[in-house]
């Protein structure tokens, strides 16, 4: 059984047995209507969150109505666990912020974050998460769930042109000559577009947040890493999700209320708990 399907089959489990809900949601593809236990009924996607993220997450909804993801009612849903992670300790004040910081392997305090930030209009793509700390160094990090893959683009005359115009003037001293061809290019074009934002700040990190027990995605994000030039591969960190929630429950400089809610989510989203 995959890493997709065991998360599948633990968030279908975790649906019955703390939300109560037995009724499995609808999924439709190519005019076919599926029904999935691991998917909440229409209707119920804001019981993806968790309490202690719901309403922060609720309200910045009402704010962005345009940017909540097509499938957030997926329990496997990367946004709505982001939301899970993020809102609580993000947004709880500075030792809660602190203790996320340090489970993500940085040190400092939080000066401001933001989610689904679009940073550069012209360019268009959004970011999951992206924070700046108060010694000025901003992290912008990709969130990957259960994906199997990075996202590509399609080789066409669009895309093309935005690769000549805005990609690749900046990719070229950051990324190996052989996968700056538009073929390679679209086929890791998630990747290399976050790449591209980062090379934007010459101090900016990027964070890849993924599980570890994804292992088809993990060797594909070595595989990219391989890719990058020396000089900006150590502005890049790849961060397992089993690693950030067990060691925000261990950590002795975080509270017990914020230890018992990373349990809470390694509870719902790591498998085997």
């Known amino acids: 059984m995959s890493y997709q399907e065991k998360l599948k089959a633990h968030l279908s489990a975790y649906k019955r047995s703390h939300l109560g809900i037995d009724e499995p949601g609808t999924f439709h593809y190519r005019g076919r209507e599926l029904r999935y236990h691991h998917i909440l009924p229409l209707g ?24 909540r993801h097509r499938y957030f009612h997926h329990l496997n849903s990367s946004q709505a ?23 993500l392997g940085q040190q400092g305090d939080l000066l401001k974050w933001e989610l689904e930030s679009v940073p550069v209009t012209t360019e268009g793509s959004n970011i999951d998460v992206s924070w700046t700390r108060t010694d000025s160094i901003p992290t912008i990090c990709e969130v990957k769930l259960s994906e199997m893959e990075f996202g590509t683009a399609k080789d066409d005359s669009r895309h093309r042109q935005k690769f000549e115009e805005v990609y690749l003037p900046v990719l070229a001293s950051c990324v190996g000559s052989a996968c700056l061809v538009p073929q390679v290019f679209f086929s890791g074009y998630q990747f290399y577009r976050n790449v591209w934002h980062m090379a934007q700040t010459p101090t900016c990190e ?12 993990c060797a594909k994000l070595e595989h990219l890493l391989e890719t990058v030039d020396s000089r900006v591969r150590g502005r890049i960190s790849a ?9 925000l429950t261990t950590d002795p400089l975080c509270l017990p209320a914020w230890r018992g809610y990373a349990a809470k989510l390694q509870n719902k989203y790591v498998i085997g708990n």
Not at 49 to 67: I, M, T, V
Not at 239 to 247: K, P, R, W, Y
């Open 44 to 67: 119920r996607g804001n019981d993806n969150l968790l309490d202690e993220a719901r309403p922060s997450a609720e309200a910045w909804f009402g704010k962005n109505p345009g940017a």
């Open 239 to 247: 961060v397992a999700i089993e690693d950030v929630l067990s060691q």
């Open 206 to 217: 990027l964070t890849f947040l993924l599980a570890r027990s994804n292992e088809g995605l």
């Open 81 to 103: 666990f982001a939301f899970n992670l993020f809102f609580p300790f993000f947004g709880g004040g500075p030792e809660a912020s602190a203790a996320l910081l340090r489970a």
